[in-house]
């Protein structure tokens, strides 16, 4: 399998690059979860990062590669079936 090495933005993994592996398209998953073990044996916590562009060139504007923004929701957007219907949005206050 191939990997590559993805910076990471926001968080507690802010500045740290890891190999990622890539799928069969040749980019990265659009969400990436990290347990981090908790210090006195409780339920582990879940660190979720989206992927993002990382840039683009300025001539042609041409996507320079991917990087993951931290998701401080702690949720990647779930399974989206065709049939299902789309939640409806908090009521205004």
């Not at 399998?1 to 990265?28: C, N």
């Not at 683009?56 to 991917?66: E, T």
């Amino acid at each position: 399998m191939k990997s590559e090495p993805t910076p990471f933005e926001g968080g507690p993994m802010d500045g740290r690059v890891l190999p990622i592996l890539l799928g069969p398209t040749g980019h990265p998953p659009k969400w990436y979860e990290i347990p981090v073990p908790s210090a006195d044996g409780g339920p582990a916590t879940v660190l979720v990062y989206e992927r993002v562009p990382a840039g683009h060139s300025k001539r042609l504007h041409l996507q320079k590669g991917w990087k993951y923004a931290y998701a401080p929701s702690g949720r990647g957007p779930g399974l989206r079936w065709p049939w299902t219907k789309p939640k409806p949005a908090p009521p205004a206050a």
